[in-house]
């Protein structure tokens, strides 16, 4: 009986230095990426936070204080993001899928869910590769960083989009009164309540900002990850 695993291809036999360059260069570029894009739109998130608040958004805050945390935010995402993408690419070197083969959106929501385990990584990073793969078939070469970016902020914006509901959820719950029925972190009953309430419009609050904000942001993360991953191999495949 065939092995029904054996599309997914056996791991690279040993870790040589090539990879070990190329997955220092993807935990550095990782966390460029994720320093660049929170400096940029940490407002915006601020913003949609606040639309998506029950007290509503000039109660909430409105546009009052938004670049506060900006400093301690792009700290924080150094680290954050470089684990992410070191992450993602081993997973994706270790199952080691033919380009060609039916599983290869399979091995990326699995190197994405080992980085990242939400929703919108399974959506996102899928689809991003996937949109790369097809430009560069249709282009007959690999794509371009720019290209890349561009992938990145359709893919993030569909994501964004599809996921917004929990996102709203997660706010609720963020936002709920300490003892309250929504503050007990149970996603199910913060949807229904925002249905209840609020219908399919408060499902979706904040849905045009979230996803004109997180389409900027995949166009700036993924597109300074490629571009900086991108520089350091030249720099390394320059170096004795």
Not at 95 to 105: E, F, I, R
Not at 177 to 194: M, P, Y
Request: net charge positive.
């Amino acid at each position: 009986m065939p092995n029904r695993l054996s599309h997914l291809g056996a791991p690279p036999a040993s870790f040589k230095i090539e990879d070990l360059r190329t997955f220092c260069a993807c935990n550095v570029a990782g966390g460029v990426a994720g320093v660049a894009v929170d400096l940029i739109l940490f407002p915006l998130d601020t913003i949609k936070t606040r639309l998506q608040s029950p007290q509503g958004f000039n109660k909430a805050g409105g546009f009052r204080g938004i670049y506060a945390g900006v400093p301690s935010a792009a700290i924080g995402s150094f680290p954050n993001a470089a684990a992410f993408f070191i992450t993602y690419e081993y997973v994706k070197w270790f199952l080691h899928t033919d380009s060609s083969s039916y599983l290869m959106p399979v091995k990326h929501m699995l190197a994405a869910s080992a980085g990242e385990v939400i929703p919108f990584s399974l959506v996102q990073f899928p689809m991003w590769e996937s949109l790369k793969a097809l430009w560069s078939w249709r282009q007959d070469h690999v794509v371009d960083c720019w290209q890349s970016a561009v992938c990145g902020a359709f893919a993030g914006g569909f994501a964004a989009a599809v996921t917004t509901p929990l996102d709203v959820a997660k706010t609720r719950i963020m936002l709920a009164k300490a003892g309250s029925s929504t503050a007990s972190g149970n996603v199910l009953s913060a949807l229904h309540g925002v249905w209840r309430t609020q219908g399919l419009s408060g499902l979706f609050a904040g849905v045009f900002p979230r996803t004109a904000a997180i389409s900027l942001g995949g166009f700036i993360f993924l597109g300074a990850y490629e571009q900086t991953r991108s520089l350091l191999l030249e720099l390394g495949r320059a170096s004795p």
